[in-house]
Structures are given as structure tokens and as C-alpha cells.
């Protein structure tokens, strides 16, 4: 070995010597600054049952949602966004898995995805740094939570954000939360029949009402109607508001957070300073009765519960914008994606109060879409028909990640830029359906399906026998609706306009054929 | 035997001595859990169409073993407060004549409870009525007993015991398929939890 160096390779040695100061810079330079921008978070707010007809956002006549209204100057607003199903768990599940219920078949009330799914949904695929946070007030969205907790960082049991809850499942039987809930509502509570335990049930209803009437005494003045309630779980927006005013900015950044809020769910009980805010002389427009209608729910009675449910959602609403001014004080609507939608809508009129009715009318499936991107300070406009299938797409779009082939919604337009003019968006086909009276594995031989393209809407009504009193196919014709001209939905296109009506039935049907077989 | 044993043997004696007749505590056990489980089927068929279409076999069978455990455990509750009932009165309370008299104090019991469950929000709305309501439900409970002890050793009387312990008897074997679900019952929920 030499001892020292010629003047040769002393001067290969010192042009060489940039290139270790160049590989050295290299190797320092963090993963992050290769990125052209921080990963941003994403927040979904979900407010149950909230139909996008009843908003103020929308042109509904009563000021309903000024708060939304006023988040929607830096938003995307979805004119013609749709829920995938009637009631929460249908539509929770699509929103989750980005499929319609006949591909992941939670088709009933407390019913869960299939197993398949707890590897499509939008917490397994998020991309992995993400900090993965669910939460809701409605136990049937906890179920299908519950069913997704191992990709959960953080899973909150709807007792967590609760003012009193009598339930002991989820403490005595962690690891079984599900079949251990559904086991103590049948023992102690009853829910749709009567409580199974014979004795120690009455000890428990005792004291389950001795309880609830203690707390309702306590915030009787704040909610002159009584708390809102969900399965036994007394609960007020202001604590689930709380919790995340204090606790978002706290997360792990960059975290997915999806919050399912119960009002203006039924019970409709406001805060005080609601209660009769609209006792006006707003007079809906009346339409005919429903074969499917309700004994009971006359137009008087509609209009009372519109004005509770209205009421309602201005308290929802007014507890919103709390939550909005947090987000906006702490700066974090700069670097987070808040999207907010519903699970399905509400329906007031045709003689039929509620949802998870037989029906699929805009009130009922029309939901709001309103979704701001990080430092998006100008409002955008889509009139294409959406989905809430399009919800995991979109996320993972804006997370970055691949969007799988089995999803069936699409990335919705406006994300990358002004509201895209592609047709195809416009021309597909957009579906509803309501089918609870199907085994979840078995053919969908019953149900009511809604098929949306463009400015038609066809709905079939399919299965029901004279049994329910409602007739067969005879009875129950298809009904279609140019949506641009008669958005009320009150006349009748079918025999009108029968070779659309017959081809959008046939789409129906080939998409029936192809999904709503028997599984293995 | 040291002092303490010989305490502890007398009472173990004692206690024996105020235990009904082991056949009469099966019976009472066999009784309770008939009612309850009678009931509890009663409701959960109910609810068991519209679980069997959302739910797969494992998880039916997971959901059900809950409110059936919860019935054994419900049946074995009952038996033993009855049972304590029995050992803490006086022995012609209840200890004698125990199958029939715990019986029909569980079978009156079980028939309120049954008024209540279908009435409950009226009963709710009348809580204020409750000192009376218990008052009424303590009469029902004293007439039978009363009864026993008047009417017991004459014929009708006899004949009466006799046809409530056959009854017993009978009831006895349906319970082993009850408990027999109930045990099937806590295993699944062994193995879904641990």
C-alpha cells in the first residue's frame, strides 16, 4: 500500500469530492420533501336521515341550515347526490365500502356487511400513515364499526360520547360486541318484541327508566322535549361537538375521521331555542296517498312531524357551525378534506312519515354532498347525479391511493378541478334499493329499486305479494320521473314515455340478474 | 375434632336440616327454569325470522347463545332465592311442602311479571300506585300458602300436592333439554370471547 498519494490521484480524488457532498445532501434530504404537498386529513360528518330536501343549502323555503349554507361558500355542493339505500344501514355500508347493498348485502336493520368487506372499505385501504378514527350516535352504524375495528386506531362505542347508556355488552363481552349486543337487547330490552328475561328484565327497565328520567330532569331545561335518544343511549350533539372541537386538532395528523352524528334522526328533540322555530305558515305541497301509506299519518300529522324534523335540523345545523368555527379558528380546514353527507333522507308526505319505508322517493334517497379540500376557498357546482358509492373512491383518489376495480362508484367530478363536463359521468347509471326482506345471502326476490341516469329516475317495486296487502307486479307498476321538469315526482312517465321506461327496466333487470343472485 | 370443626360441622348439619329435600329442590329448579325458558322462547322466536335472514350460521348461532345463557342464569338466580327463602323462614313457611309452595310462589311471581311486560308503560305511568301494586302482589303470594298449610293434610289438599308434584315431575325432563341448549349456549360464548 502507498504511503501517499501522486498529484494524479489527489486531483481525481478532489473532483470527486462535490459528489460525496451531493450524495451526503441526498441522503438527508426527509421522504416527506419529495412530496409535492403534505398529506392531507380527511373528516366525514355524517348528520342521519338528513335529507338534502329540507335544507336551505338546497331551496327548501325554511332557513334550515345557514351554517351548512355558509361552509358551502368554500365547498363543492352536490345538487344531485344520492344515498344507496332508504335507513342507515344500507346506506352506511355503500358509503363505507363504495358498493350498492346488493354487492355487500347489509340489507337489514342491525345487519352487517359481508366478511369480504372488511377488506373494502375506505379504513383498510386508506393509505397506511393515516390515523383511522370512527365514532357514531346510531348503534347501527356501531355494529358495522365495529365489524371494521381492527383497521381502526380508534374506535368509539356510541356510550363514549353518550350522557347515560345502559348497556354492558361491549364491557362483559369485548371481543363479541355484535352477537353480545343484539343478545342483552333481546334479554333486558326487548326492542321490536318483548324483553326475553322474565324477571330480572323488570329490575333492569326499573332501573333503566329511574336512570333516564334522572338525566332528562337534568338537561329538561336545555331540551323541554327531552334528549335525544338512541336505543336506550341518551346523548346531546353538544357533547359529540365537544369532543371534537377539543380532540381533532389533538389527532395524529394525517388522520381519516368518520363522525356519524344522530340528528335530525328521529326523536326530533331540539334544543330549546328550536322548539317551535318554525311554526309558519310554510304549507308543503300535498300529494297523493301512497298505496304504501301509513294508517295514522295524515297530512296534518306530516306537517307537524316536517316542522319538528325542520326544527331539528336547525339545532343539528347550529351545532355544526360551532364545530365549523373550531375547525376554522384552528386553522385546520387548511390541510383537511371535510366532507359532509347523510346516510339517506326523510320523508314527510304520500302518507308515509320516516324511512326504511318501501319507497325510494327524492326525500328519501336525495342526500346532501358537501365537500371542501384543503384551502378550497371558492364554491363549486355539480348537477351530475352522485353517489355515496363515490365517497371511497374520492378519498382514496385524494389519499393518493389506487382505486379498486369491484368499487362501483366513480371519483367525483370537481375534485381535480372545475366540476369535469366527462358524459359518461353523466350518463351512468346511478342505484337505490331497498331490500330488507331478503335473506342477506340469498336471491333479492323482493325489494323496491331505484335506477337514477341523467334526469330519469325509474323505480320498481318488485316481490310483493298479496300478503303484505300490497299486490304484485300489477298492483305496483314501475314508476318513472323526469326528474328536470316534474322534480316532485308527481307524474307518472311509464306509459308516457314507455320505450325509456321499458329500457331503463331492462337495465334494471340485467343488473339484478348480475348482482342480486344467491350468493355461495 | 377441635372446637372450631365441630362448630363448622354443626352448622353444615344445621344447614343441611333447613335445606328442603334434595328431589324437591330439583323440582323448584326444574319449575323456574321452565317458566323462564318458556318465556324467553316465546320472545326469541319472535325476533328469529328476521335474524335468520341477516345473519349466518355462526353468528345465529353466537347471538343466541346469549339470552339462553342469560335464562340459565336467570333460572339458577330464581332457584337459589327461593331456595334461601326456604332456609331463612321458619320451616313451615316454605320448607315444608317446599316443591309445591316454591312453585306456585314462582308461578305467581311469573304471571305478574308477565301482566307487567305486557303493560309497561301503563305500570310506568302508575308508579306512584307501586307500594299498592306490591301490596296486591304479596296478598297473592300469602293466599296460596295460606291455603297449603290450611287445606294440605285433607284429602283435596292431598290430592292437590300430589297432582302438582306430578306436574313437577313432568316439567322436570323438559327442563333438561332447556339447560341442555343453555350449557350449548355458554360454550359458544366461551369460545367466541376467549
Given amino acids: ?60 323555503p325554511r332557513q334550515t341550515t345557514p351554517n351548512m349554507d355558509r361552509f358551502a361558500g368554500r365547498a363543492t355542493v352536490y345538487h344531485a347526490h344520492y344515498a344507496a339505500g332508504n335507513y342507515t344501514t344500507p346506506g352506511t355500508a ?44 346510531n348503534l347501527l352504524v356501531t355494529t358495522l364499526l365495529y365489524q371494521l375495528r381492527p383497521d381502526l386506531e380508534e374506535f368509539k362505542f356510541g356510550r363514549d360520547l353518550s350522557l347515560a347508556d345502559t348497556e354492558y355488552s361491549d364491557r362483559v363481552f369485548p371481543n363479541d360486541y355484535n352477537a353480545s349486543f343484539w343478545g342483552e337487547e333481546l334479554a333486558l330490552r326487548g326492542s321490536s318484541t318483548l324483553p326475553s328475561s322474565l324477571f330480572i328484565s323488570q329490575l333492569y327497565r326499573l332501573w333503566q327508566d329511574w336512570r333516564e328520567r334522572r338525566v332528562q330532569a337534568q ?17 346531546n350533539m353538544e357533547k359529540g361537538i365537544d369532543w371534537c372541537t377539543q380532540q381533532l386538532g389533538q389527532l395524529p395528523q394525517p388522520f381519516l375521521a368518520y363522525i356519524h352524528f344522530l340528528p335530525p ?3 326530533y328533540n331540539p334544543r330549546k331555542e328550536f322548539v317551535n322555530r318554525f311554526q309558519d305558515d310554510y304549507n308543503p305541497l300535498k300529494k297523493p296517498r301512497h298505496r304504501f301509506a301509513e294508517t295514522g299519518a295524515t297530512n296534518q300529522f306530516l306537517k307537524q312531524q316536517r316542522q319538528a324534523y325542520d326544527e331539528n335540523l336547525a339545532y343539528a345545523d347550529s351545532e355544526f357551525g360551532r364545530l365549523y368555527e373550531q375547525l376554522l379558528s384552528q386553522g385546520l380546514l387548511e390541510n383537511t378534506c371535510l366532507a359532509i353527507t347523510s346516510d339517506h333522507g326523510e320523508m314527510f308526505e304520500r302518507g308515509i312519515w320516516g324511512h326504511g319505508t318501501r319507497t325510494l322517493y327524492e326525500p328519501l334517497i336525495r342526500v346532501p354532498m358537501i365537500l371542501s379540500q384543503p384551502g378550497q376557498a371558492q364554491r363549486q357546482d355539480v348537477y351530475t347525479p352522485t353517489s355515496n358509492v363515490d365517497l371511497l373512491p374520492s378519498l382514496l383518489h385524494l389519499m393518493g391511493q389506487p382505486v379498486p376495480a369491484w368499487c362501483e362508484g366513480r371519483i367525483l367530478p370537481g375534485l381535480d378541478g372545475p366540476a369535469s363536463t366527462d358524459s359518461s359521468l353523466s350518463e351512468r347509471s346511478i342505484y337505490a334499493m331497498e331490500a330488507k326482506q331478503n335473506a342477506q345471502r340469498g336471491p333479492l326476490k323482493s325489494g323496491t329499486f331505484a335506477l337514477i341516469q341523467g334526469r330519469y329516475k325509474l323505480i320498481r317495486y318488485r316481490g310483493y305479494g298479496s300478503a303484505s ?24 312517465r311509464n306509459l308516457a314515455e314507455k320505450s325509456l321506461a321499458e329500457e331503463l327496466a331492462h337495465e334494471l333487470e340485467v343488473k339484478l340478474a348480475e348482482k342480486g343472485t344467491r350468493l355461495a | 375434632m377441635g372446637q372450631g370443626e365441630a362448630r363448622s360441622s354443626v352448622s353444615r348439619a344445621a344447614l343441611r336440616d333447613r335445606l328442603p329435600a334434595s328431589e324437591d329442590l330439583r323440582l323448584v ?70 316443591a309445591v309452595q316454591a312453585s306456585l310462589l314462582v308461578l305467581i311471581t311469573a304471571l305478574w311479571s308477565v301482566v307487567i311486560h305486557i303493560n309497561y308503560e301503563a305500570f310506568l305511568q302508575y308508579r306512584k300506585y307501586f307500594v299498592a301494586f306490591a301490596s296486591i302482589y304479596l296478598l297473592t303470594l300469602l293466599l296460596p300458602h295460606l291455603l297449603i298449610q290450611r287445606y294440605s293434610k285433607a284429602k283435596r289438599g292431598k290430592k292437590f300436592m300430589a297432582a302438582m308434584r306430578s306436574v313437577l315431575q313432568r316439567i322436570e325432563v323438559l327442563s333438561f333439554l332447556y339447560i341442555f341448549f343453555d350449557i350449548l349456549g355458554v360454550l359458544i360464548i366461551l369460545i367466541r370471547n376467549f
Fill in chain 1, 94 to 137: 355503500s358509503l363505507f365500502t363504495g358498493v350498492y347493498p346488493w354487492s355487500h348485502r347489509a340489507l337489514h336493520l342491525h345487519g352487517t356487511m359481508l366478511d369480504d368487506y372488511t377488506l373494502r372499505n375506505f379504513f383498510y385501504l386508506a393509505a397506511p400513515h393515516y390515523y383511522r378514527l370512527g365514532y357514531s350516535h
Fill in chain 1, 265 to 267: 334522526h328521529h326523536p
Fill in chain 1, 469 to 492: 296487502g300490497t299486490g304484485g307486479a300489477k298492483e305496483n307498476p314501475d314508476e318513472l320521473y323526469d326528474l328536470a321538469n316534474d322534480p316532485e315526482e308527481l307524474e307518472n
Fill in chain 1, 1 to 60: 500500500m502507498k504511503d501517499s498519494l501522486n498529484r494524479r490521484e489527489f486531483l481525481k480524488l478532489a473532483a470527486a469530492l462535490p459528489l460525496l457532498k451531493l450524495g451526503a445532501s441526498a441522503r438527508l434530504v426527509p421522504p416527506e420533501a419529495t412530496l409535492s404537498s403534505p398529506p392531507a386529513n380527511i373528516l366525514i360528518l355524517i348528520f342521519d336521515a338528513l335529507s338534502a330536501r329540507n335544507m336551505s343549502l338546497y331551496g327548501y
Fill in chain 2, 29 to 98: 329448579f326444574g319449575w323456574c327454569a321452565f317458566l323462564i325458558h318458556a318465556w324467553a322462547l316465546f320472545n326469541l322466536l319472535d325476533v328469529l325470522p328476521s335474524w335468520i335472514l341477516r345473519l349466518g350460521i355462526y353468528e345465529l348461532a353466537g347471538t343466541i347463545a346469549y339470552p339462553l345463557a342469560f335464562a340459565l342464569l336467570e333460572s339458577l338466580l330464581v332457584w337459589a332465592i327461593v331456595t334461601l327463602a326456604a332456609v331463612l323462614l321458619p320451616a313451615n313457611w316454605l320448607k315444608v311442602n317446599f
Fill in chain 1, 219 to 235: 338537561y329538561s331545561k336545555q331540551f323541554p322535549q327531552g334528549l335525544p335518544s338512541n336505543n336506550g343511549v341518551l346523548y
